[in-house]
């Protein structure tokens, strides 16, 4: 069993900038991600050299640079490891290609990054209906399109970059639905101000959509997805800045894919499996753990980074990170404490430069007090277990008093995913009916272990029945 100082859980850029760190101050370092290469969602490398790269992206790129770095260090890497148990003491268990696996450190560093938040409406679970980081995996590391026609619905703006790049690979954007409005979006300008880079990137995406005459719908918000002979027929409606639906022109739109999203959720099954303190954020995302500046949480050697902290965004998550990894090599007594302690205010500096950028976008993503309203009766909201709005509402109404209550009652989020795509709404509805809009009187869902889902081969790995140990029978 390899032991480190620090096991980092991520391999994002918070994660990896944050092993780096650790890692230069002279400690040990692990780092675990279950895809097969550094870089996140947003820096996610082609799956091969086959996929297609644009004219700007032939030149090295952020997460090119952060994978190149990464191998010139002397972090260990376990890439292609589903960890699927952290305890207390910080033994972390993978099942990786060689089987199961398990290592422990003196401290964990966990940057898992985020969950997509789907709305659930009529039809979100037929076949073509995908969350707008599925279509952003397939355009970036697949190069593949998501439809041959597709409708771009949500908020946020993954919505003008998936718009913009399934253009670019040749398919066509048949509208796009946001439900913020204009006013919104000019609420960002000056944190987008701050970030020239960024904002001369959205206006090349908002250029090619506007070349393409892509319809841009803003305040609008889809109601219904039905299957038709030419692809599938998306209603959309009106919406109110709260994203309740309005009276006014309904508008259907056929399209072979809907790419729809309303957001990120931190991903924070890890810190609440190891029962550090957790407080509700609707502008950061959800449930973030308790942590100060430099992501130290109530628990000891156990600190956050990136945007599971709170959603501030990929370049903000970068520097969290390495603020995290100086943080832990501090913590541990590293060789050189004082240097370390010196890069930490350039660091945090760069964080909050960032950071700004990062929270203006996501406030657009924020979960919109009246979006459930839409959400009707006999609609899916946890599709593992098909339990229902009704039967949530019915449980609410027959004095479940948390979501763990609730989900004991109708086996809601007990499915494979374990609650990572229906517990905000599930929460948010349960708020809404018997709390009067309270999240953290509705609680969260209690995590367990599996983290993921894992295959009994995963665990076991290859053996017959002539390897297992039988004693001999006692005497009599």
Same mark, same amino acid.
């Given at each position: 069993m390899p032991d480190f100082d620090?096991?980092? !859980?991520?391999?994002?850029?918070?994660? %990896?900038?944050?092993? !780096?760190?650790?890692?230069?101050a002279g400690l040990k370092v692990a780092l675990f991600d279950e895809n097969t290469a550094a870089g996140g969602q947003v820096y996610r490398a082609p799956v091969s050299a086959a996929v297609p790269l644009t004219a700007d992206q032939q030149a090295e790129q952020p997460g090119d640079t952060l994978r190149r770095e990464l191998a010139q260090s002397a972090v260990i890497t376990y890439f292609n490891h589903v960890v699927w148990a952290v305890t207390a003491d910080y033994r972390v268990d993978a099942a990786g290609p060689a089987g199961p696996m398990h290592c422990t450190g003196r401290a964990l560093i966990v940057a898992t990054g985020t969950t997509e938040r789907i709305v659930p409406f009529d039809g979100w679970t037929i076949p073509g209906v995908i969350g707008l980081a599925a279509a952003t995996i397939l355009l970036k590391s697949?190069?593949?399109?998501?439809?041959?026609s597709t409708l771009v619905a949500g908020c946020g703006p993954l919505l003008a970059a998936v718009a913009a790049k399934t253009i670019e690979g040749g398919g066509k954007v048949q509208a796009i639905a946001d439900m913020a409005g204009l006013g919104d979006w000019g609420r960002t300008l000056p944190a987008m101000m701050s970030r020239p880079d960024l904002m001369r990137e959205g206006f090349h995406w908002w250029h090619e959509i506007s070349r393409a005459g892509a319809p841009i719908l803003s305040r609008h918000t889809i109601v219904k997805v039905e299957q038709a002979h030419d692809g599938l027929r998306a209603t959309l409606a009106p919406c109110d800045a709260a994203g309740r639906p309005?009276?006014?022109?309904?508008?259907?739109?056929?399209?072979?894919?809907?790419?729809?999203?309303?957001? !990120?959720t931190p991903s924070t099954e890890i810190t609440r499996l190891l029962r550090a303190k957790h407080r509700y954020s609707r502008q950061a995302g959800g449930w973030i753990a308790v942590a100060d500046m430099d992501g130290r949480t109530s628990r000891p050697r156990l600190y956050v980074a990136g945007d599971g902290a709170g959603i501030a965004g990929a370049a903000a998550a970068s520097h969290h990170g390495t603020i995290a990894g100086l943080a832990c090599a501090i913590d541990l007594g590293a060789t050189d404490v004082d240097q370390l302690r010196s890069h930490v205010p350039a660091a945090r500096q760069a964080h909050a430069k960032a950071a700004r950028f990062g929270r203006s976008m996501a406030q657009l993503m924020a979960l919109r007090p009246g979006h459930i309203d839409s959400i009707g009766p006999q609609t899916i909201v946890c599709r593992c277990e098909d %339990?229902?709005?009704?039967?949530?509402?019915?449980?609410?109404?027959?004095?479940?008093?948390?979501?763990?209550?609730?989900?004991a009652w109708t086996r809601c989020g007990m499915g494979p995913c374990q609650g990572r795509t229906c517990e905000d709404v599930t929460a948010e509805l349960l708020a809404a009916r018997a709390h009067g809009g309270s999240r953290e009187r509705a609680g969260c869902f209690s995590a367990r272990t599996p983290l993921r889902p894992v295959t009994v081969e995963? !665990?076991?790995?290859?053996?017959?029945?002539?390897?297992?140990?039988i004693p001999k029978a006692a005497p009599l």
């Open positions: 620090v096991l980092v !859980l991520g391999g994002g850029p918070a994660g %990896v900038n944050a092993a !780096l760190a650790a890692s230069a697949q190069g593949i399109l998501p439809g041959r309005v009276s006014g022109k309904r508008r259907s739109v056929v399209a072979d894919c809907i790419a729809v999203g309303h957001g !990120l %339990v229902t709005r009704a039967e949530i509402d019915a449980a609410c109404d027959a004095g479940a008093h948390d979501v763990n209550q609730l989900k995963a !665990l076991t790995g290859d053996f017959s029945y002539d390897d297992i140990p």
